[in-house]
């Protein structure tokens, strides 16, 4: 049986010089426990976990524990699997560093290349990049102008991870102190949406298409409440001709994708394409009875329908 190394950023010791108060520790958790059942049940691995050493709740008898960063970075250790999976978040580079590493090391990784995470992972790079290839996306710009006075803009960390800074606002004053960490996105009316994607070197399998409950706080924040996975949505073949495009233009795309939509009536318009596992993935067990994490073996035989139950993931949680 071949062994996989599972780093979830968050419970998996990433945070080991910090305190444990993540605003994603509630979705980092979420999916580590996917992930334990996955591992659990599957048929052709056996799964072990780096783990914070102060997530005791968490602990499994094939957890790793993880007691200072340089545990992280030991390639003796790391090649004694013959694969790991990173979950990390794209936010200051942290997926794109560890893929760096990994390839350096020529340590067999469960992930896109290091190149294309580089590309996902800055929001304004991403958005010149999908425009320059003739695809649909929301106009990006790194500085406001003149002509945005009285319209509704939305402001992002530039290297941020789903919802950790966007903020909504027609207030000019915001606009103008933004910094190099930050974008300025068109606000555009629509719903917001989800693709859970499995790629492969020649081809991709479109696992479920999730709606997205984005609220607007008081002040403007944007923050994702939950996921509904799998649902079943008329634009279907749009969306698979989506992701063949992304596919053909980033062909280092691996293993765990997701890709986010915003549709209105007339457009879909890509978002991000985050180049990892995503919450999004723990409701595919649960709706198509598929273990991600056998996926990785049999991935030819599992054919691009969406079928099966839904499922309501609470990504939320109140403070």
């Known amino acids: 049986m071949q062994k996989i190394l599972i780093y979830e950023y968050i419970t998996g010791g990433g945070l080991i010089n910090e305190d444990l108060t993540s605003n994603l520790m509630h979705e980092a958790t979420l999916i580590t426990k996917s992930l334990y059942r996955s591992g659990e049940n599957s048929r052709y691995f056996d799964c072990h976990y780096l783990l914070d050493y102060r997530l005791k709740n968490l602990h499994k008898d094939n957890s790793i524990i993880i007691r200072k960063q340089d545990d992280l970075y030991n390639t003796n250790f790391l090649r004694k699997y013959n694969y790991v999976l ?21 340590i067999n990784m469960l992930l896109s290349d290091s190149k294309t995470i580089k590309i996902c992972s800055d929001k304004y790079e991403f958005f010149k990049f999908i425009s320059n290839n003739k695809l649909n996306t929301i106009k990006t710009y790194l500085k406001h102008t003149k002509n945005m006075y009285g319209k509704k803009f939305v402001i992002k960390d530039r290297y941020g991870v789903g919802c950790s800074y966007v903020k909504v606002t027609k207030d000019i004053n915001k606009l103008t102190i933004i910094n190099s960490n930050n974008i300025i996105q068109d606000y555009i009316v629509g719903q917001d ?7 492969t070197r020649y081809d991709f399998k479109l696992l ?3 709606k997205q409950l984005i609220r607007i706080n008081q002040n403007g924040q944007m923050y994702l409440s939950g996921i509904m996975v799998n649902i079943k949505d008329d634009r279907y073949i749009k969306i698979i001709s989506i992701i063949s ?4 233009i980033l062909p280092g795309l691996r293993g765990f994708v997701g890709i986010d939509l915003l ?30 994490i056998d996926l990785i073996i049999n991935s030819r035989y599992i054919k691009n329908t969406i079928s099966g139950k839904k499922i309501f993931l609470n990504t939320y949680e109140e403070k």
Request: avoid cysteine.
């Open 263 to 292: 549709i209105n009536d007339k457009e879909i318009f890509i978002i991000e394409i985050n180049p990892r596992l995503t919450t999004s993935f723990i409701g595919v067990y649960d709706t198509l009875g598929i273990n991600i």
């Open 208 to 210: 479920t298409i999730n």
């Open 193 to 199: 949406y989800s693709v859970s994607v499995f790629f």
């Open 86 to 106: 990173p979950v990390m978040p794209e936010s200051n580079l942290k997926l794109y560093d560890y893929a760096k590493f990994l390839e350096a090391n020529k």
């Open 245 to 248: 495009k992304i596919k053909n």
